[in-house]
């Protein structure tokens, strides 16, 4: 995976590494029946809090910031 705002390689294993930690700080905090909702751009963040949900088998429900104010 490739960063283009911060020009960074991000390799498989860097990937899992890092969406392993946001799992761990997420298993402080939520339950396996949880749902997320995050509102991110789509950043490598983005695709690394969406990956720790899919290992935590919980729903995440990401929002886009483009969709406007209601």
């Known amino acids: 995976m490739y960063d283009i705002k911060k ?3 991000f ?3 860097e ?3 890092l969406s392993n930690k946001l799992l761990n700080a997420l ?3 939520v339950d396996t029946n949880s749902k997320i909702m ?3 751009e789509k950043t490598t963040e983005f695709i690394l809090i969406y990956l720790a949900c899919q290992k935590l088998g919980i729903t ?3 929002v ?3 969709i ?3």
């Open 7 to 9: 020009t960074k390689r």
């Open 11 to 13: 390799t498989y294993e």
């Open 15 to 17: 990937i899992d590494k």
């Open 27 to 29: 298993l402080k905090h």
């Open 38 to 40: 995050f509102l991110l």
């Open 60 to 62: 995440a429900c990401p």
């Open 64 to 66: 886009s910031p483009l």
């Open 68 to 70: 406007g104010n209601y």
